[in-house]
């Protein structure tokens, strides 16, 4: 039984040391050779500041910008997190009728159904940086008269919104989406 | 369409894959040649060295699961430890203070259990120190926990008359070394290059295109996410889990994930039939955790894309991430509910009333479905004794499986292993109804608080670690009772489990003759199936009534809570 005791714990020692540290460095260390852009965040920098990282979403609910789905957090991500409201919750009927509207009202859609679902619900991390290209697309009115853009502007946006969307992985796995983030940027640059 | 190819692919891979990592295994544990050993096996002969440990001694079962509770009890001492020092401690980088005494024992449970609730969020409350050298640590040594325990009932079932059963220092060297590590290593590397962080760096701080500021969690989270889902440990290294961009960025990760949480206990079932010199043994229980896995899918699928009354919508997206869409949130919801992982990809709270309840009930069966790495392999063992011991009865013979009687000691403890849970479950949420700590917590009113205080048990009590996670359980009392209900589910299955097989490894082989009752065939599968769903059903239909089907009724008349 002392025996036992002690190889336990050598042993408990032994792979703290195996799969606690070694294992954990070694990663990092190769994950910042082969893909140093990846493991450090895929942070995104303009004027040599860093604006956000490619894959947390950001709150964007300026009438010129792209809008992002609704968060649970408001986009701060220190802890990430969703509403947790359940199927038959009073509290989250009233938010999805209310943001139907203000989508409604503000990008004028005139059909609340067209609206996309996840544009009034809001995401599992409450970080998600994507949209669908539906939504969009459904955006570009009110951008477009935010912006003063005209046509030839408007439609070289409705060109950007097709170029940035990206399509299911192997053609199969996941959903067509697009970045938000990474579309407002774009837009910045018009 | 492409939600159909992907349910399949899934699913294809699944089945393609499960016999050869399962024949990979039988070989780790057998000691014999495999692929693995040139690349390793320095490692292995290291670890008997620093150790002392002797490769050939094999131990009886009580000193096989005393090594086991020890090597636990230690395990969660020192992560206990480590959480209430880890202000003193370096990788502190955001200068967390020290963790709460009840929390720290709740998360000390959890991970050593192989459970991975986590009361906490891992952004603000747990240095890049604790995540490595206690949550990492504990992620791979409760999966091989639970893998060597169900090696070592594997051996007395297929042993005969020895006490002998394996050594558990032996078994847990060569589970780390051969079998995790390798898959892990794989594993990050593929969720790094798909945009998953692994750094020690402070957390960034950006400054948004509107001008606010936000501060961005980093962290050495690929390597932890590799292991948290192929060991069904599923404690995020963020709050959101695999929904965090950050540790499942792509629906390729997405669709690896899911794949590592199944792919070790439906490849055990395989090193079982290798033990058992019978692939059609393994196939009967594969399929039958199959066709449990398949039918809870269907529902959950029926269910949330049926049109909710209340928020006039179908298939909504609340606590889902636009990549994976529906059809991927449902799927891992099954999976990762079927498999004791608890890792979770969209937030179950939100889901469908039906779509909650094939979750809940998958945890309330046990974990058998696939089950957790090891528990789910014994955990349907043990209903298999229940099984022969009630179709021996039928026809008035002694029970026998694999060539072994199987007498009133096996099925007691069997009845043990089965009960154990499920008054985890029904007693601590019936206590948690009933009084004012427990209310306090729910973040939802009506049937659908219940079911969240329901889940939470059900989730401790199966070792899962998923959550209807609205409800607030980083309190005193949620702590203590889901650690305690954790423990319980833990251990109070894995003694019995090693009760039956040190006595069926002293028992007798006796030949097959015509009397011999079959368990390798459809009519077995048809009387497992029906022994776990009345078994399940009848313990359980009374508390899902209350909560998941009553929403469900009401719902459909619109009623909000």
Same mark, same amino acid.
């Given at each position: ?38 493991? #450090? ?36 991500? +220190?802890?990430?997190?969703?509403? #947790? ?21 503000? #990008?004028? +859609? ?81 | 369409?492409?939600? @159909? ?38 490692? =292995? ?29 230690? $395990? ?16 502190? %980088? ?9 929390? @720290? ?49 594997? /051996? ?16 847990? %060297? ?13 594993? %990050? ?29 980093? &962290? ?46 439906? &490849? ?35 269910? =949330? ?38 890792? !979770? ?25 696939? &089950? ?23 026809? &008035? ?5 694999? $060539?072994?009687? !199987?007498?009133?000691? =096996? !099925? ?10 499920? !008054? ?65 589910? /833990? ?71």
């Amino acid at each position: 039984m002392k025996t036992q005791t002690i190889t336990a714990l050598k042993i408990l020692l032994i792979m703290t040391v195996l799969t606690g540290i070694i294992y954990p460095l070694c990663m990092t260390g190769l994950a910042q050779l082969i893909f140093p852009y990846r493991a #450090n965040g895929s942070l995104l920098k303009r004027d040599g500041k860093i604006i956000g990282s490619e894959l947390i979403g950001q709150k964007s609910d300026s009438i010129k910008y792209f809008w992002s789905r609704p968060s649970a957090i408001d986009y701060n991500p +220190v802890p990430s997190g969703a509403s #947790n409201f359940g199927p038959t919750s009073a509290q989250l009927k009233k938010q999805v009728v209310q943001r139907r509207k203000v989508f409604a009202e503000k #990008n004028l +859609v005139p059909d609340t159904t067209a609206i996309p679902k996840e544009m009034i619900f809001a995401s599992a991390s409450g970080l998600d940086p994507h949209i669908s290209p539906e939504a969009a697309l459904l955006q570009v009115e009110r951008i477009a008269r935010a912006r003063n853009f005209d046509i030839s502007q408007k439609q070289k946006l409705i060109k950007c919104i097709n170029e940035l969307t990206e399509y299911p992985q192997f053609f199969c796995l996941g959903e067509k989406r697009i970045n938000v983030l990474m579309l407002n940027l774009t837009l910045d640059n018009f | 369409m492409n939600e @159909a190819i992907q349910l399949i692919l899934f699913m294809a891979v699944l089945v393609a894959l499960a016999p050869i990592i399962g024949k990979f295994m039988a070989k780790v544990f057998m000691g014999e040649n495999h692929f693995m050993k040139p690349v390793f096996g320095w490692l =292995e002969k290291i670890i008997y060295r620093i150790s002392g440990i002797s490769r050939e001694e094999e131990m009886n079962w009580k000193t096989y699961l005393y090594g086991v509770l020890l090597f636990n009890l230690f $395990g969660m001492v020192f992560l206990f430890l480590i959480q209430m020092l880890q202000a003193y401690l370096p990788l502190n %980088t955001e200068k967390l203070p020290n963790v709460p005494w009840h929390l @720290a024992c709740n998360t000390a449970a959890s991970f050593t259990t192989n459970t991975n609730w986590q009361s906490y969020s891992g952004e603000n409350t747990l240095s890049y120190l604790v995540q490595m050298i206690g949550l990492t640590v504990q992620n791979f040594l409760s999966a091989a926990t639970g893998i060597v325990v169900a090696i070592a009932m594997i /051996r007395g079932l297929t042993r005969k008359t020895t006490e002998k059963i394996g050594n558990f220092w032996v078994d847990i %060297t060569r589970c780390v070394v051969y079998v995790l590590l390798p898959l892990s290593i794989v594993l %990050t590397m593929i969720f790094v290059g798909q945009g998953a962080v692994q750094t020690f760096s402070h957390y960034a701080r950006a400054t948004t295109l509107l001008g606010t500021e936000q501060v961005i969690p980093l &962290g050495p989270a690929a390597s932890q996410s590799a292991i948290k889902q192929l060991g069904t440990n599923g404690g995020g290294f963020f709050n959101a889990n695999a929904a965090h961009p950050f540790e499942s960025p792509t629906p390729l990760t997405n669709f690896l994930e899911m794949f590592a949480l199944l792919i070790i206990s439906a &490849g055990l079932v395989f090193t079982y039939g290798y033990y058992a010199r019978s692939k059609r043994q393994a196939w009967a229980i594969f399929i039958t955790m199959f066709i449990l896995f398949a039918a809870g899918l269907a529902i959950s699928l029926w269910s =949330e894309y049926s049109h909710n009354n209340v928020l006039n919508v179908s298939g909504n997206m609340e606590g889902k991430e636009t990549r994976f869409g529906v059809a991927n949130s449902v799927l891992f919801s099954v999976v990762t509910t079927d498999a004791s992982c608890g890792a !979770v990809n969209c937030m179950h709270d939100s889901l469908s009333p039906l779509s909650g309840l094939v979750c809940m009930f998958n945890l309330m069966l046990g974990e058998i479905i696939f &089950g957790g790495v090891g528990s789910g392999l014994y955990g349907i063992i043990i209903f298999i004794f229940i099984t022969v011991f009630i179709a021996g009865l039928m026809v &008035g013979r002694t029970p026998e499986f694999l $060539g072994k009687k !199987v007498e009133a000691f =096996e !099925v007691k403890m069997a009845i043990i292993a089965v009960l154990a849970p499920s !008054v985890v479950i029904k007693l601590f949420s019936a206590i948690a109804c009933s009084i004012p700590a427990g209310l306090a917590g729910l973040n939802n009113a009506g049937p659908h608080g219940f079911s969240e205080i329901l889940y939470a048990f059900s989730s401790a009590a199966g070792n899962n670690g998923s959550a209807f996670a609205g409800l607030n359980a980083n309190t005193v009392f949620y702590n203590l009772m889901i650690g305690f209900g954790m423990l319980i589910g /833990r251990f109070g299955v894995i003694i019995p489990v090693m009760a039956i097989s040190g006595s069926m490894a002293r028992k007798k082989i006796t030949p097959v003759s015509a009397g011999t009752f079959k368990t390798d065939n459809w009519l077995f599968v048809l009387l497992l199936l029906s022994v776990i769903l009345i078994v399940g059903g009848l313990t359980f239909f009374p508390p899902l009534a209350l909560g998941p089907v009553v929403e469900h009724l009401l719902m459909n008349l619109g009623v909000t809570f």
